[in-house]
Structure formats: structure tokens, C-alpha cells
């Protein structure tokens, strides 16, 4: 068993990886928009030209070999021209929320990531990488969903989150939900909640999907701790073994 949420840090299996943005075309302000999105990550971004690819593609490339493509309009519609309001008043659908391939790819990554107004783009990709976990959830209609949000109040005060929530756990997903905070206000929702004011509690931001026990499908989870405030250490992980445990340590110790 973990020690402590921090612990699943040290076994983050992540090799090199870096970003190649291909035949650019697109203007100065857009590269710069990328730029701003892995600002400070481990995760580097550069140019070259390939005859062989098509204009304002980005690859994600992995021990020399590129592993995930994504045009640069994927980048700028899903992400990079997005503002997390959209996510909170629920005008992004969570059918319409896609994380493209090569963030996807990202995974195991240690993100350290800053809220606004240090940044207005790193927790956006924490907040996408949530919903696609929570769209997953509502697409397999079983299994298991964990979610911390510090203080429950923000489940009502968002409307896009009440709206997620109410959706996933209406499919038949064993939904659980951890915060500080009064929990009247969610009673109506088909949901368990988990309220304290420990250390996981006050400062832990995760959502975990796992399938039933015994059946094939998607396992991912996304964890971020804030050891010191709207500074995030982050990763996302869609390795089985990894999710399991995460979840296990939060269902058996939080």
C-alpha cells in the first residue's frame, strides 16, 4: 500500500518526450499560444520543416520516434483558444470535450501547473484532462468514479460540473465525490460523498475512472496535490496497475 497520494509520484515511468511543431504556417501569436500551454513543463517544443507531413502539424515524438499527431487546429479548438469558464458554465458539452493525441500522450508526465492569475493556460489542461476522464466514465455506464474538489460548494457553484456530475452517476457509475464543506445541497444528487478536512481533503485534486472488476475498458486518473497555494504538482496515467492502486488507496485511506 502507498504511503501517501505524494508516493504515486515516485513511480511515474515517463521517458523523454518532446513536442516537433511541423511546416509551420501558422502566425507568430498561435506558436506562442502553445508556448504558454507547457510553459515551465519538462516538455519541450520545437520546429523543423518535413516534406513528407502536412502544414501546422504538431508531433509528439518519444526516443527519436514520433508516437501521436495532432493538427495544430485540434490544439487550438480543444485547448489553446478554450477558457476554463466554458467548462463551469457547461457551454463545452461533455461530448464535445476531446484531449488531443499528443497531449493525450502526455501521460506519467509531472506537470507543475499555476491557476490563474499566475497563468490563464496550465490548469486548463488539468481541467480538460478531467472532463475526458469524467466523459469516459459516462461512456462506459459501470465502473467506478472518485473526483476531490477541495470544497464540495463548487459542484453547485459551477453549473458545467453539477450538470457533468448529475450525467455520470445517472448511467449507473458508482460515483463518489471528496471535499470540505456542507454536503446538504448534493443530497439530491446519486452520488456518495466523502467530506473531512484532512490533508487529502484541503489540498488534493483527483478524478479516477475504473471499470468493473474482471472486465476489459479504460482505466485513467488523473492526480494533483497543492503543497503550497494554486500551485499544482500533477500527472495524468492510463496504466491499469497505476489507476488500480490510486483508486484502492483512496477508497481504503481517504
Excluded at 499528443?102 to 493556460?121: I, T
Excluded at 458545467?160 to 439530491?188: C, F, I, K, P, Q
Excluded at 491499469?240 to 477508497?251: C, H, N, S
Aim: glycine letters at 6%.
Amino acid at each position: 500500500m502507498a504511503e501517501s497520494l505524494r508516493s504515486f509520484f515516485d513511480e511515474l515511468e515517463s521517458p523523454e518526450r518532446h513536442l516537433v511543431l511541423l511546416n509551420r504556417s501558422s502566425p507568430d501569436p498561435v506558436r506562442k499560444l502553445l508556448d504558454s500551454l507547457l510553459d515551465g513543463q519538462p516538455v519541450s517544443i520545437s520546429e523543423t520543416a518535413d516534406p513528407a507531413s502536412d502544414d501546422d502539424v504538431v508531433a509528439l515524438v518519444e526516443n527519436g520516434s514520433i508516437v501521436a499527431r495532432s493538427t495544430l487546429d485540434e490544439l487550438l479548438e480543444s485547448v489553446l483558444l478554450i477558457n476554463s469558464d466554458l467548462y463551469k458554465t457547461g457551454a463545452i458539452g461533455l461530448d464535445e470535450v476531446a484531449l488531443p493525441a499528443v497531449l493525450e500522450g502526455l501521460d506519467e508526465v509531472p506537470f507543475q501547473v499555476r491557476g490563474y492569475p499566475a497563468s490563464n493556460k496550465e490548469k486548463l489542461l488539468l481541467i480538460i484532462v478531467s472532463r475526458v476522464i469524467e466523459r469516459i466514465a459516462a461512456e462506459h455506464g459501470e465502473g467506478t468514479l472518485r473526483a476531490s474538489f477541495q470544497r464540495l460548494s463548487r459542484i453547485d457553484d459551477e453549473r458545467g460540473t453539477r450538470s457533468v456530475y448529475e450525467r455520470v452517476a445517472g448511467t449507473g457509475v458508482d460515483v463518489h465525490v471528496y471535499g470540505v464543506g456542507d454536503v446538504e445541497s448534493l443530497s439530491t444528487l446519486p452520488i456518495t460523498v466523502h467530506t473531512g478536512t484532512s490533508y487529502p481533503y484541503r489540498c488534493s485534486w483527483f478524478v479516477v475512472f475504473t471499470p468493473p472488476d474482471g472486465t476489459d475498458g479504460d482505466h485513467v486518473a488523473l492526480l494533483a496535490l497543492e503543497d503550497e497555494p494554486n500551485v499544482w504538482d500533477a500527472f495524468w496515467t492510463f496504466r491499469p496497475d497505476l489507476v488500480t492502486r490510486i483508486e484502492r488507496y483512496i477508497a481504503e485511506r481517504i
